[in-house]
């Protein structure tokens, strides 16, 4: 599909409804998730492109804000995947149910199946509904239920029993970013570098074992954006999607942003709220916050937090100095301290959210 129709269309959209919210329906998109669908019934006014045939041109995406996917197959077009998006995203908007408790107990919420539903007969083909639904003691239908929920998805969908069992529910929301402007070079001027495949895998891998919601590569570089995303869909729904299901998951947890600033309003969107912005650096010698503080943090407040990782030789003063809490730099036993952001990103979750088990020695 022609560029310049689409985008004439945005335009014109976009005088009656300046700040509405435009998503592209696409196989390279973010998959859509019960997340992305509670982030989306708050924005007031959503804007989907359909593509058709072979999709559409390549400077559409310029003009849009974000990209999703239904799901890992092929459609005509995008009109279908629309309909999806908007039946999920309507029925969370307070009155389009006509009880607000139905959308919460449904499943995907809290990463969860909802429990079996069970009709009459009582008995059909010698299959009997669970006597304890038919008790009248609603405190045990309500456990039964919590019960039979979880084991469902335990039994049907470990991906997603694994991702909610990850992070405890009383945890804050946990995202990161790796940013690529601006930062450092070692000469101390700022500079853009380049998006690393071994960057992208690792710590995707890393934020997937510690039940991190969101990774998101920060470059302003249009081309290494359209890199990734090639990077991510041959893992996504390409061979490397068959050739390794667990490098998928990890993978399926990662954003491309331009900015700072754009990955911050995403955040926002995703969680419903603003995070608190955390930075860390081999430089920081002056933390405001040790990581058994930030472990207490976490566990106390409700709001996201997004921790940012630096490329080059590290995050420059001006993001430092957005931060509402610095960490403490990751140290060795001497003067050497050039850890590979990977690698760091890898301690630093552990510290904050790795279980804390005590290590019993080994007695002969």
Same mark, same amino acid.
Not at 20 to 40: E, F, I, T, Y
Not at 216 to 223: G, L, R, S
Not at 252 to 278: F, K, N, S, W, Y
Not at 325 to 333: C, D, E, F, I, K
């Given at each position: 599909m022609?560029?310049e ?6 335009e014109?959209?976009?005088?009656v ?10 196989p390279?998109g973010?998959?859509l ?6 982030a989306?019934?708050?924005v007031e006014n959503l ?5 058709r045939?072979?999709?559409v041109?390549?400077?559409v ?5 974000e990209?999703?996917?239904i799901g890992?197959y092929v ?10 998006v908007i039946?999920a995203v309507?029925?969370q908007?307070?009155g389009a149910?006509?009880n607000?408790a ?5 499943s995907f919420v809290d990463d969860?199946?909802e ?5 009459r007969?009582e008995?059909?083909r010698d299959r009997?509904v669970? #006597?304890? =639904? +038919?008790?009248?003691?609603h405190?045990?239908?309500e456990?039964?239920? /919590?019960? *039979?929920a ?11 029993a694994?991702r ?6 009383d ?5 990161l970013a790796?940013l690529h402007?601006?930062?450092?070079d ?6 853009t570098t380049?998006v690393?495949h071994?960057?992208?895998?690792d710590?995707?891998r ?5 039940g ?5 590569v ?5 081309a290494?954006?359209e890199?990734?995303a090639r990077?991510l ?7 490397g999607a068959?050739?390794?299901a ?8 990662v954003?491309l942003?331009e ?6 309003v995403?955040?926002e ?5 603003? #995070?608190? =912005? +955390?930075?860390?650096?081999?430089r ?5 916050? /040790?990581? *058994?503080?930030?472990r207490r943090?976490?566990a106390?407040?409700?709001r996201?937090?997004?921790i940012?990782?630096?490329?080059g030789?590290?995050l420059t ?8 809490h610095?960490?403490p730099?990751v140290l060795?036993t001497?003067?050497?301290n050039?850890l590979?952001v990977?690698?760091?990103?890898a301690?630093i979750?552990?510290?904050?959210c790795g279980?804390q088990e ?7």
């Amino acid at each position: 599909m022609k560029v310049e129709p689409i985008v004439d269309a945005l335009e014109a959209i976009a005088t009656v409804a300046p700040e509405a919210h435009r998503v592209l329906l696409s196989p390279r998109g973010r998959a859509l998730d019960h997340r992305k669908v509670m982030a989306l019934s708050a924005v007031e006014n959503l804007v989907l492109v359909c593509g058709r045939y072979e999709g559409v041109d390549e400077r559409v995406r310029d003009f849009v804000d974000e990209e999703l996917s239904i799901g890992d197959y092929v459609l005509s077009g995008g009109e279908p995947a629309a309909l999806v998006v908007i039946d999920a995203v309507v029925r969370q908007i307070p009155g389009a149910l006509g009880n607000l408790a139905s959308a919460a107990s449904e499943s995907f919420v809290d990463d969860q199946l909802e429990y079996p539903q069970y009709t009459r007969p009582e008995i059909f083909r010698d299959r009997a509904v669970p #006597p304890v =639904l +038919l008790s009248g003691d609603h405190a045990a239908v309500e456990a039964w239920r /919590t019960a *039979a929920a979880r084991e469902l998805t335990a039994r049907t969908r470990p991906d997603l029993a694994a991702r909610g069992t990850a992070r405890s529910d009383d945890m804050a929301p946990l995202y990161l970013a790796l940013l690529h402007f601006p930062v450092y070079d070692k000469n101390r001027q700022v500079v853009t570098t380049a998006v690393t495949h071994m960057d992208i895998h690792d710590i995707a891998r890393s934020a997937c074992t510690f039940g991190v919601r969101r990774f998101y590569v920060v470059t302003p570089v249009h081309a290494l954006r359209e890199l990734s995303a090639r990077i991510l869909e041959h893992w996504g729904s390409g061979w490397g999607a068959s050739y390794n299901a667990t490098r998928k998951d990890a993978l399926a947890l990662v954003g491309l942003t331009e900015d700072l600033d754009h990955t911050i309003v995403d955040v926002e969107r995703d969680a419903g709220v603003a #995070p608190m =912005l +955390l930075v860390t650096s081999a430089r920081t010698h002056r933390p405001t916050i /040790t990581y *058994a503080g930030l472990r207490r943090l976490i566990a106390e407040t409700e709001r996201p937090l997004l921790i940012v990782f630096g490329t080059g030789w590290g995050l420059t003063e001006e993001i430092i100095d957005r931060a509402d809490h610095q960490l403490p730099a990751v140290l060795g036993t001497g003067d050497y301290n050039h850890l590979s952001v990977r690698s760091a990103a890898a301690i630093i979750l552990d510290r904050m959210c790795g279980r804390q088990e005590d290590i019993q020695e080994a007695h002969p």
